[in-house]
C-alpha cells in the first residue's frame, strides 16, 4: 500500500466520521428539541384539537372530583379537567405523594383514541409549583383564584 492510498483512506474515514458525527448530533437536537417542545395543552385545547397519537406532549390542570379510579396491578385512570373540558387519563405506575382529587397535575404522554396515556405524572401540590401554563389555563376557563388576590 503506497502512501497515497493511505491518505485517501484516511481522508474516507475522517469523511465518514464527521457524516457520522452529523447524524448523532442533528439526531441528539432533534431529541431534546422534541422534549423541549413537549407542548402544553389545557384539556379544552385537547378536546377541541385532539394531537395526533404519535405525538408526545403535556397536559396539565385538575383532577377531577370522583374520577379517580385505581386498577388492577398499577393502573391507575381519572380526569383531568380544566373546568371547561375533562380529559381521561390512564397511568401505568406510582403516582406522587401529592397526587390527590381537586389538585393540580401535569401529564406528559400521548393522546391514544380519546384517552391520554400518560408516561409520566408529576403532582402540583400548591399555586407555587403550578406551571404558568395550567394557571393561565384555569384561569381563562375561570377555576382559577389566586391565592395571593385577597391579601
Not at 422534549?35 to 394531537?51: K, L
Not at 409549583?129 to 389555563?137: F, G, L, R
Request: glycine content about 12%.
Amino acid at each position: 500500500m503506497g502512501l497515497k492510498s493511505l491518505k485517501k483512506q484516511r481522508r474516507i474515514q475522517i469523511v465518514a466520521l464527521a457524516a457520522v458525527a452529523l447524524v448523532v448530533s442533528t439526531g441528539l437536537i432533534g431529541y431534546a428539541m422534541r422534549d423541549g417542545i413537549n407542548f402544553f395543552r389545557s384539556p379544552s385545547q385537547v378536546v377541541e384539537a385532539p394531537p395526533s397519537p404519535s405525538e408526545t406532549f403535556r397536559i396539565g390542570g385538575l383532577v377531577e372530583e370522583g374520577s379517580l379510579v385505581r386498577g388492577q396491578g398499577h393502573e391507575i385512570s381519572f380526569s383531568v379537567t380544566d373546568g371547561g373540558a375533562s380529559v381521561p387519563v390512564v397511568f401505568e405506575g406510582v403516582l406522587p405523594d401529592l397526587f390527590d382529587e381537586n389538585q393540580g397535575m401535569v401529564g406528559t404522554g400521548r393522546y391514544v383514541d380519546g384517552v391520554f396515556r400518560a408516561s409520566e405524572i408529576l403532582a402540583k401540590h400548591d399555586e407555587t409549583y403550578m406551571p404558568k401554563e395550567v394557571i393561565d389555563a384555569l384561569k381563562e376557563q375561570g377555576v382559577y383564584e389566586d391565592p395571593n388576590a385577597g391579601s
